[in-house]
């Protein structure tokens, strides 16, 4: 069977070029030009897929971006992807396609045993029943997940690139058919830039899939070829616009190589996802048919109209010999028309009892024999249609009566009236109105959202007639680029005459639930509504029974217009029945509000370029290829890449981390300091901003002497801390944590701008100007000074001061301050003499043994000393107070950041949580950070918490574990013990001490 | 995604921007004599209204000044910025 349903001759396709694909396994030809779609139905392939809920047999229903049911699994391995529509999907040679959400095969499906058992499965089953008892949810879900599911994602990293890229325009049109062809010539005749945007290979929109007009069709040519070659127009097929965002902000998704199938990009990505920044929007969307919802109606081969005459007019492939084309307005004539004159047998049922004598007599003329007031009662054939039922339907359409007739058919081609897309302008904040005569919601131009200035034209504005869409879309145009300053010209447009292809939708009397001879929701036939969601009229019945009875609940309860489709086809007629029931009028019922993405996108694309090395930043220091070379295992602070530990041969991270934290005690260690925060602080009133900014007392510091600080917010609790310098009489060098760089500068910033302009301060990053190593240990100074000419002895070049001199030849500041307890120098050069120090120091240190250390080493090494980590040990409900730092806290000062709520009453409390020392009773267990200390251990949960662990080590100076802790009154508490609940289930008890553990006086330090 | 004006730069993107909340919030002078009430309305309560706002900005990625808009907090218009100091700008007759 090979391309049986393909016409002779007509059609976009290519005929010389031949394409190979599979579908389940099974080898197809289809035609360059071709969809997944159309190439499966000219071989005749109308079973698809399997339902999500009722695994009941699809088929196709649209040939557009609307299409609910031929989901696909397209391609294998890395490059595989699920629920991709085959209307979507270009043909290209050896594609690989597969149905999805059947088990074993499509034809024979385990789970369509959900069918016969539909009763069980109504609206909301899933909540109502697996809601109770919640713990089981977890244990459900995979078993839904599995039964009701889509497609696989794919399991390897994407093999693919995507670029994205910026671009702003004067007029943006999305949609490249008629008003959107129209809208963009009319701008493009003025110096406006343009941009025109449609999701299909080549422009025309529903003129592709119409029979030919041709002065239609030679007017799309001509204004497509001259906008191409505009150069102030880009032209964006394959792209579809996904979201509409404030300011008019737009982003689109363009498929650049998915049409040449897997691999075979080239150097291209494979798709670019564009940022648009538009002065205007002409929004040209067209509308979507919309099914009529009758018996059965989700059975493969009832299609929707317009669909059918895509298929034969811009494929060339005629569905069925047998067609019956099944409407409530006019449109569906031309498929009736269009199916005749490829050769198929066509019979018209049409649910109005009156129609105009003119589409009559051109049904006659191609000899489509015609039903009026009928309509189908039941359809024959479960995995495809083999015959309708029709009946004469009562004047009120509430119900069939009288003589039925049996029609065969493979195919019904139906129409339920036209739904204008207007997803794009309500994304942009506007709001709908109905409008009876088209049966629809249309846009409000009233209700536009001003910061989000543009048009809807054509279709999508309830313009149906292809010369009303060109008028409207020419007219925006020109007013468009108007509103943007340009200067329009005029620009011919075709004058249409074709009676049939000019009266659009024509008179529809609207029929929104078809009868059966039983009542909704009894006897064996289902009415769908919503086909991806699986959802029934009969459901919309018992949503309204059980109350969810407005429009987002009952979208919530049903789950219609909910997944990949998003309720293209369905949201409608939903409303419409919920509107009937009810009985109240549709716009009572409202709509929901549409959002992003209009159709499904990639991940990929969002994320562009920046993945894999280039998805996040990194900063390294000027030392950072040193580091690379002594091995460095490297942690992330911030985006810094900083080096966690130096491990030796064959060390692990516990042993390299020992070794460093005993070197550094008993010899000398090295450390890259560089990323630490530093603000250059000069100015008149810098001595003034700085008691205000930090707790304690800055006035009196003398110049060249440093002292630590703590930064305060408003609420009292400590935000960042560090050691400041006075370098000169109005000059200062702050430091901050390295996380907190950035933070620290904001906040000094804010203060100066908004509350204090008429402070003289100045503050500038130099995080990034100065390299730093910290020279920690007893023998520093032995070291240090075989390279500077510095007084290092400790009168002249005391502890908590800073000198400048050469140090390795280098012009550098050198701060006698200590992270560590022992005696220590912060080395400070320029940044470009970073590696030099680097590497000048680890030679002259080889005779004292000096050892590279890490962050992790760090870490303990300060822990040993009780020095806090902000952001560690506190978390931003911490005070001074609670950290035993009352001394840093200035008695005497009116007023600094934060004051005032130390006399908060939570604030001044006496039973805050406060910082101490834990040694476990075991000195081998080393507490997990964030471990619970517990009132009282308890067999399970919940016990009560007084506590945690905040920083936990072994420590090889102490020989033993040791951590630093939050306690409830904790400070009053030292030398009694308390209980730690574990997260795997054990008590471990630990003895309240000190946070100090080592050199308590500070005679190292000052040594 | 706001186009903002800034003041001293003109119109930027808002990925340049970060908002910092309500304006024209003085910090008290006489802390120490404030009541808790007084303290807690300045540290914690804000308007956060919904319509018309005025509230602070800061061009961080650009000149990295604080300015201060006037938004409508439910369709994000922005009628106006200004720079700290100025005069507040009158409310637009036609907010939405």
């Not at chain 1, 006399?903 to 471990?931: C, H, I, K, Y």
Request: a negative charge.
């Amino acid at each position: 069977m090979s391309q049986s349903c393909r016409l002779d001759s007509g059609g976009r396709i290519d005929r010389s070029k031949v394409l190979q694909f599979t579908f389940d396994g099974k080898s197809y030809t289809g035609f360059k030009g071709d969809t997944l779609a159309s190439a499966l139905l000219a071989n005749g392939v109308k079973l698809l897929g399997r339902s999500f809920k009722y695994h009941r047999p699809r088929g196709l229903i649209a040939a557009g971006s609307e299409e609910p049911n031929a989901l696909m699994q397209l391609e294998n391995g890395a490059y595989t992807e699920p629920n991709t529509r085959a209307t979507c999907i270009e043909l290209y040679d050896g594609l690989v396609a597969n149905s999805q959400n059947r088990w074993p095969s499509l034809g024979f499906d385990v789970g369509a045993i959900n069918s016969s058992v539909a009763r069980f499965l109504p609206a909301g089953f899933y909540y109502k029943t697996f809601m109770w008892p919640a713990s089981m949810w977890m244990t459900y879900e995979k078993f839904i997940r599995k039964a009701a599911g889509l497609g696989v994602s794919p399991t390897e990293p994407d093999p693919d690139v995507y670029h994205s890229r910026y671009a702003t325009c004067d007029v943006l049109v999305i949609g490249g058919g008629p008003a959107g062809l129209a809208a963009a010539t009319a701008a493009a005749g003025s110096d406006a830039r343009v941009m025109l945007i449609d999701e299909q290979s080549e422009f025309g929109g529903s003129t592709l899939g119409a029979a030919a007009v041709p002065e239609v069709a030679s007017w799309v040519a001509a204004s497509t070829a001259a906008l191409a070659a505009n150069n102030n127009v880009t032209l964006l097929p394959r792209t579809t616009v996904t979201g509409y965002f404030d300011y008019n902000y737009l982003t689109a998704v363009e498929k650049v190589t998915d049409h040449l199938g897997p691999g075979n990009g080239g150097t291209a990505p494979r798709q670019r996802f564009w940022k648009i920044r538009a002065s205007r929007v002409v929004i040209a969307a067209g509308s979507i048919e919309r099914p009529l919802v009758f018996a059965d109606n989700d059975r493969p081969g009832i299609m929707l109209a317009n669909a059918v005459s895509t298929y034969i007019n811009r494929f060339g492939v005629l569905p069925d010999q047998n067609i019956v084309v099944f409407t409530n307005n006019d449109s569906a004539y031309r498929t009736a028309v269009d199916a005749a004159r490829s050769g198929a047998t066509v019979t018209m049922v049409d649910t109005r009892a009156e129609v105009s004598a003119e589409l009559t007599r051109v049904l006659q003329q191609h000899k489509v024999k015609q039903f009026t007031g009928h309509a189908i009662s039941s359809v024959q054939g479960t995995k495809g249609v083999k015959a309708v039922r029709i009946m004469p339907l009562s004047a009120d359409g509430k119900s069939l009566q009288g003589q039925a007739w049996e029609i065969n058919c493979g195919i019904v081609a139906n129409s339920g009236g036209w739904t204008p897309s207007v997803h794009m302008f309500s994304q942009s904040g506007g709001k709908l109105q109905y409008d009876n005569s088209i049966e629809g919601f249309v846009p409000d131009p009233a209700k536009a959202k001003r910061i989000n200035p543009g048009f809807s034209v054509g279709a999508c504005n309830g313009s149906f007639a292809t010369g009303d869409c060109i008028a409207e879309g020419a007219q925006a145009g020109r007013q468009a680029v108007e509103a943007c300053g340009f200067v329009a010209s005029d620009v011919a447009m075709p004058e249409l005459t074709d009676a049939l292809n000019d009266t659009g939708m024509g008179g529809i009397a609207a029929l929104w639930l078809v009868p059966t001879v039983h009542p909704v929701g009894e006897g064996p036939a289902k009415h769908f509504h919503d086909f991806q969601n699986d959802v029934t009229a009969a459901d919309i019945h018992l949503a309204a029974r059980e109350g969810y009875l407005s429009v987002e609940h009952l979208k919530r309860y049903t789950t219609t217009g909910m997944a990949t489709d998003q309720g293209k086809t369905s949201n409608l007629n939903a409303l419409a029945i919920m509107a009937e029931i009810r009985g109240a009028q549709i716009p009572e019922v409202g709509t929901t509000t549409f959002r992003p993405p209009f159709t499904p996108l990639t991940f990929g694309a969002i994320g562009g370029q920046e993945s894999k090395d280039l998805f996040l930043q990194e900063r390294h220091t000027p030392m950072h290829q040193c580091h690379v070379q002594n091995n460095a295992v490297f942690e992330d602070v911030g985006d810094w890449k900083r080096p966690w530990y130096f491990p030796h041969s064959g060390e692990d991270m516990h042993a390299a981390v020992q070794r460093e934290t005993l070197s550094v005690r008993t010899d000398v260690g090295m450390l890259d300091a560089s990323t630490l925060g530093k603000i250059d602080i000069q100015g008149a009133d810098a001595a003034e901003f700085l008691e205000m900014i930090y707790t304690n007392n800055w006035k009196k510091l003398a110049i060249g002497n440093c002292r630590y600080g703590l930064m305060l917010n408003e609420h009292g609790m400590i935000f960042d801390d560090g050691v400041t310098t006075r370098l000169g009489e109005h000059h200062y060098h702050m430091t901050t944590t390295s996380g907190g760089a950035a933070r620290v500068l904001n906040w000094l910033e804010e203060w100066l701008q908004t509350e204090w302009p008429e402070k003289q301060v100045y503050c500038t990053s130099v995080t990034e100007q100065w390299a730093v190593v910290a020279l920690n240990g007893p023998k520093a100074r032995d070291l240090l000074a075989t390279l500077s000419d510095i007084d290092l002895s400790k009168e002249a070049f005391p502890f908590m001061s800073m000198r400048e001199g050469q140090v390795a030849g280098i012009p550098a500041r050198v701060y006698r301050i200590s992270f560590t307890g022992e005696l220590a120098y912060e080395i400070n050069v320029p940044a470009r003499f970073g590696r030099q120090l680097w590497e000048t120091l680890q030679e002259a240190g080889k005779p004292f043994n000096l050892c590279h250390y890490g962050t992790e080493a760090m870490h303990v090494l300060r822990a040993e000393k009780g020095f806090i980590i902000v952001g560690q040990d506190t978390d931003g409900t911490v005070t001074p107070a609670d950290m035993d730092m009352d001394w840093i806290v200035s008695k005497t000062k009116p007023d600094f950041l934060g004051k005032r709520s130390f006399l908060r009453s939570d604030t001044a409390r006496d039973d805050r949580q406060q910082l101490v020392g834990l040694l476990t009773t075991d000195p081998t267990v080393v507490l997990m950070e964030g471990a619970h200390i517990v009132q009282e251990i308890k067999d399970a949960p919940p016990m009560t918490t007084i506590g945690r662990v905040t920083s936990s080590y072994m420590s090889p100076n102490l020989e033993r574990s040791f951590a630093l802790g939050m306690l409830k009154n904790g400070l009053a508490r030292k030398g009694e013990t308390v209980q730690l609940s574990l997260m795997n289930g054990d008590a471990v008890e630990a003895l309240v001490t000190d946070p100090v553990f080592i050199d308590k006086e500070g005679v190292r330090v000052r040594g | 995604m706001f186009i903002i004006t800034c003041p001293y730069c003109g119109d930027r993107d808002q990925t340049e921007f970060t908002c910092h909340g309500e304006a024209h919030i003085a910090r008290p002078l006489n802390t120490e004599s404030l009541s808790d009430e007084e303290w807690g309305d300045y540290v914690f309560f804000r308007q956060n209204p919904k319509g018309m706002h005025r509230e602070r900005w800061v061009h961080a990625h650009g000149c990295r000044r604080w300015f201060n808009a006037l938004r409508n907090t439910v369709s994000d218009e922005i009628f106006a910025t200004y720079k700290v100091g100025d005069a507040r700008p009158p409310l637009p007759e036609n907010p939405s």
